[in-house]
């Protein structure tokens, strides 16, 4: 099942913050979040496993919910660079070793300008 | 991170063609590879699941005669997309996840395929 993201899109001048969701109807074992620029392929940004796990980097940071039924992604000050389309991508189960596709959001545009 | 190559990066090719895009995991093996399809402003859409040594396991609406899926070894898996028409137009995107699988999951460049 597809996950639902929102915001579809938001518009930020530089220095403000964001927040993007991504939730399930079903507990999820994983959420990874990437960053994709037009034209180019996304780029992971960060894995969260655990339910109630907090994870960031510098001004970037994401959440899982206790149920693992939901995500956020936390941009702070944003920066010209954040611009781009946010994709959540889930995995609903462990299934061993083989394979672990993942099923993405329809994405969250995000737009800084000066 | 892991490094996932994909090439080429752009294609233009006649209608009736076949074209092969590779993806090669650079740094870690790989049983599993995904090939993901994505249209302007759209989503990425998984189109198969590439299993090394065995067939690839394809979603449903794919053509697995029109997309073959070669993944010979574990580094390298193959997608041609054969007698390609307009319509098969599109950005593809392989993906890999290291750690035997249960890794994040890293993306090669991808492909612009445009069939004229």
């Known amino acids: 099942q597809q996950p639902v993201q929102s915001p579809q899109a938001v518009i930020l001048r530089e220095g403000e913050d964001a927040v993007i969701n991504c939730s399930s109807s079903?507990?999820?074992?994983?959420v990874h979040w990437y960053r994709q620029k037009h034209g180019e392929a996304p780029v992971f940004l960060m894995i969260?496993?655990?339910?109630?796990e907090q994870k960031g980097h510098e001004k970037i940071s994401a959440s899982f919910n206790e149920k693992k039924q939901q995500s956020s992604l936390y941009l702070t000050a944003s920066q010209l660079s954040y611009s781009g389309t946010y994709f959540c991508?889930?995995?609903?189960?462990?299934?061993?070793?083989?394979?672990?596709?993942?099923?993405f959001g329809k994405g969250t545009k995000l737009s800084v300008i000066p | 991170g892991a490094v996932v190559s994909q090439h080429p990066s752009w294609v233009i090719c006649k209608s009736g063609t076949s074209v092969k895009i590779e993806c090669r995991s650079l740094d870690f093996q790989a049983t599993t590879m995904f090939w993901y399809r994505q249209f302007p402003k759209q989503s990425l859409m998984l189109m198969a699941t590439?299993?090394?040594?065995?067939?690839?396991?394809?979603e449903q609406g794919v053509e697995k005669d029109k997309f073959l899926i070669n993944h010979a070894s574990l580094t390298l898996s193959t997608l041609t997309v054969t007698s390609a028409h307009p319509e098969d137009s599109s950005f593809y995107i392989c993906?890999?996840?290291?750690?035997?699988?249960?890794?994040?999951?890293?993306f090669g460049q991808g492909t612009r395929l445009t069939v004229v």
């Open positions: 079903k507990a999820l074992y994983s």
């Open positions: 991508g889930t995995q609903s189960q462990y299934s061993g070793a083989g394979s672990y596709q993942l099923t």
């Open positions: 590439s299993n090394e040594g065995s067939k690839a396991t394809y």
């Open positions: 993906s890999a996840r290291d750690r035997g699988g249960i890794g994040s999951a890293f």
């Open positions: 969260l496993l655990k339910g109630g």
